[in-house]
């Protein structure tokens, strides 16, 4: 008898250390879990990622004042950084603030990352030298100074996107002057702007 009640309650005195060892397993699979949310995360930290709307109205005043200053269409400049930069989410833009995909030279700061050019007909993977900026803000002075100044060899080029009537004229603009590869980059910038009614900040 008193053998069946020692083991009685040795019985009991191991539920404690199953419900330990149940914890800690689960705290375990918690730091897991916590672990995969922060691949490719090169700090380790989680990135903080912006709903569509709360990306369009980061950028809508500076992209206005943009508009009252050099004439470029808010619109344009939202539809490209939402096309460039899937909604900023991109590794260029979202760490180095390069919301368009604009090339570096010379000693500018700059990073060098894969991207996808349409080259004789098909899609090509190179290697890039982009600008690297402190903020997107910075990002959409450069992209409207691209229109206003243009490039060495054509300071002229971009010239028609500042006087375009509205953003489907300046979409073609871009387009012909070459702004991108895409044979189909016009309508696509086109398409951004009509689903997510851009045209409304053209007129504030």
Do not use: C
């Not at 090509?124 to 900026?133: A, L, N, P, S």
């Not at 402190?134 to 971009?158: A, C, I, K, R």
């Amino acid at each position: 008898m008193p053998k069946k009640i020692g083991q009685k309650r040795k019985s009991k005195a191991s539920i404690p250390l199953i419900f330990a060892g149940i914890l800690v397993i689960g705290l375990a699979f918690v730091f897991s879990l916590q672990r995969l949310s922060n691949f490719g995360n090169e700090s380790g930290q989680p990135e903080e990622t912006l709903t569509h709307q709360a990306f369009i109205d980061q950028l809508v005043p500076h992209a206005q004042e943009l508009q009252q200053g050099y004439g470029v269409l808010p619109s344009i400049i939202l539809g490209q950084a939402i096309l460039e930069s899937n909604w900023g989410q991109s590794q260029l833009a979202s760490q180095y603030k390069n919301l368009f995909g604009i090339k570096a030279s010379g000693n500018q700061p700059k990073v060098s990352l894969e991207t996808k050019e349409y080259v004789n007909e098909q899609w090509i993977t190179i290697q890039g030298d982009f600008k690297v900026y402190n903020s997107w803000e910075e990002s959409l002075d450069d992209h409207t100074m691209l229109f206003v100044e243009g490039t060495n060899w054509n300071p002229q080029l971009y010239a028609d996107v500042l006087t375009a009537a509205d953003y489907k004229e300046a979409a073609h603009v871009l387009q012909t002057a070459g702004y991108a590869t895409d044979p189909d980059y016009a309508n696509k910038i086109i398409s951004v702007i009509e689903t997510y009614n851009l045209g409304q900040y053209d007129h504030p």
